[in-house]
């Protein structure tokens, strides 16, 4: 089938390795989904189904893959929100007790504390 696909002017079959069970390396293929396709057609008509529908399962647990990937990023993003929001307020906190005595708040203090008035 390789020298038919090369003389439609497409590259030919990559071949490579995988090691097997007992470690050795051992010849296969790696074929792109447009080249699977066109060896799929020599095959008999139930296989060439089952190829089809097999590499739609792949598809869409490749989407799903993406989507899961994409809602943890999501949810990494509102986490880190609200890190942002706790240490902001505890620089606030920090301020308002530079202008004051540690313990406790003055009126210099309690304004910067609210964003009433920036004190530097």
């Known amino acids: 089938m390789q020298p038919a696909w090369i003389n439609i002017g497409q590259r030919s079959f990559s071949l490579t390795s995988y090691i ?7 010849p296969m293929y790696e074929l792109s989904k447009t080249e699977c396709l066109y060896i799929a057609t020599k095959f008999n ?17 490749k989407t799903m893959s993406t989507l899961d990937m994409v809602q943890a990023s999501i949810n990494a993003i509102r986490a880190n929100e609200q890190d942002l929001i706790e240490v902001k307020q505890d620089i606030k906190e920090l301020k308002s007790k530079q202008v004051t005595m540690p313990d406790y708040y003055t009126i210099a203090g309690y ?10």
């Open 20 to 26: 097997d069970n007992s470690n050795r390396a051992k």
């Open 45 to 61: 008509d139930e296989a060439r189904a089952k190829l089809v529908l097999r590499w739609q399962e792949l598809e869409v647990e």
């Open 111 to 120: 304004d910067c504390l609210n964003d009433l008035v920036y004190y530097s």
